[in-house]
């Protein structure tokens, strides 16, 4: 089995890609076998020879054994934390716990917190990472697909408050960051088309080649290939990095990290009013509002109408919902806008937009009125 295992890596080789930043870099690596080679891979940027694994109990059992033995191939001292699963544990009560337990271990301002998991394991562990001792060490291990093209890059932390999602937390950005596309294999399918839609937003936002390469590989990134999934992770990371390499901490007003909130506003508001039961995934939301702020754009004759229908086929092709009707049950457009306005992305009192002049060329704007977004969430616009 080794030797297939070393076939298989071999199919898709670790690549590096920097992610630079004032006065910081890091790279994120991505390829096959990366967690049975985490020790080799992050000695160069560790400052201790211990770390700390923080993941939660659904990712544990599949996952944690490859990469403790990966640390302790090379001598590094690993101690684990386990959460649950699940939005829950991003919470002011899970950050308490996970940090009392993270100084019951006596760690050190220089041991590293390794979050092996999804995006609630990379908030959640990233904000204890950042404020234990005021700031520990911080590598991402992400192992869904939306935390290897999105939340694992950046530096962004936190949790959810009564308020609202991620209203708490710190810009902490990682040491290092491994996407291993080994850990794919688990993951539920629509847990990867819901991080596949994030890759697609990537694209539409700024860079035509990626969203050219999705359309041609969805189907492989989606049925598991591997050296495709790899590639997609790459891409989207590059994006990323490039834009948060420009903006790191959200200050330009009107491009930057604002981007990428491109069908987000659209998406929080059916998040917030299908309630979090899991019946809409916050990557299946995105893809509905992407079709919605391309619409939109149509509507306010900024953006071409096939570009719209251009990536509304791609979504449904890929098998992610892409319209209203997706969501299982009629919703009300004033509703829909009422959580607009409470999204913490308002601007002094404003909606701001992400809108598109089309595929690849996204930018805010602060004037969108509210007749033009009801009329959009209405179906008025076709
Ligand atoms: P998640 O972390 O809840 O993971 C989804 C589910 O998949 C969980 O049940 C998890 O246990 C399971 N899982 C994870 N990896 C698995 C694997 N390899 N095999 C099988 N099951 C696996 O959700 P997510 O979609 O990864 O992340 C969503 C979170 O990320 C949200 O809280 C969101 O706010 C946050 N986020 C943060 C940023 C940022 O910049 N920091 C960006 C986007 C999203
Ligand atoms: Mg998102």
Redesign the pocket.
């Known amino acids: 089995t080794e030797r297939v295992a070393e076939a298989l890596d071999a199919h898709v080789p670790p690549r590096r890609l920097e992610v630079a930043l004032p006065g910081r870099r890091y790279e994120v690596i991505t390829g096959a076998g990366l967690l049975g080679r985490a020790g080799a891979l992050l000695a160069p940027v560790l400052l201790q020879k211990r770390a700390v694994v923080v993941t939660?109990s659904?990712?544990a059992p599949?996952?944690l054994q490859t990469l403790t033995d990966g640390l302790a191939a090379t001598g590094i001292t690993v101690d684990s934390l386990v959460v649950p699963?699940?939005?829950s544990s991003?919470s002011l009560a899970g950050f308490g716990d996970l940090a009392d337990r993270m100084l019951a271990l006596g760690v050190e301002r220089r041991t590293t917190v390794i979050a092996l998991?999804?995006?609630?394991?990379?908030?959640l562990a990233?904000f204890v990472a950042a404020s234990v001792l005021r700031g520990m060490p911080f590598v991402q291990v992400?192992?869904?697909l939306?935390?290897q093209v999105?939340?694992s890059v950046?530096g962004?932390?936190?949790i959810?408050m009564k308020a609202g999602?991620?209203l708490v937390g710190a810009f902490h950005q990682p040491i290092a960051v491994l996407a291993d596309t080994d850990?794919?294999s688990?993951?539920?399918i629509r847990?990867l088309r819901?991080?596949y839609a994030?890759i697609v937003k990537a694209g539409l936002i700024g860079d035509v080649a990626l969203y050219d390469w999705c359309e041609s590989h969805a189907q492989d990134v989606l049925g598991g290939d591997a050296a495709c999934q790899a590639e997609a992770v790459r891409l989207a990371c590059a994006f990323k990095a490039r834009v948060v390499g420009d903006d790191e901490r959200e200050e330009k007003p009107n491009d930057g990290r604002a981007l990428l909130n491109l069908g987000h506003t659209f998406a929080h508001a059916l998040e917030a009013e299908m309630g979090f039961d899991g019946s809409l995934?916050?990557?299946e939301a995105v893809g509905i509002g992407l079709v919605l702020a391309f619409r939109l754009s149509h509507r306010l004759n900024l953006c071409p109408g096939q570009d719209t229908v251009r990536v509304a086929r791609h979504l449904q092709r890929a098998g992610l919902k892409w319209r209203l009707a997706d969501c299982g049950r009629p919703l009300d457009p004033e509703r829909l806008l009422a959580h607009m306005r409470k999204d913490k992305k308002m601007r002094d009192g404003r909606l701001s937009f992400v809108l598109v002049r089309g595929i690849g060329e996204a930018f805010t704007s602060p004037d969108v009125s509210d007749a033009d977004v009801l009329a959009v969430l209405a179906g008025d616009d076709a």
């Open positions: 939660d659904t990712v599949l996952h699963p699940g939005e991003k998991g999804g995006g609630v394991v990379g908030d990233g992400p192992t869904t939306l935390a999105d939340s950046g962004k932390t936190g959810n999602k991620n850990v794919l688990t993951l539920p847990e819901a991080g994030e995934l916050h990557g």
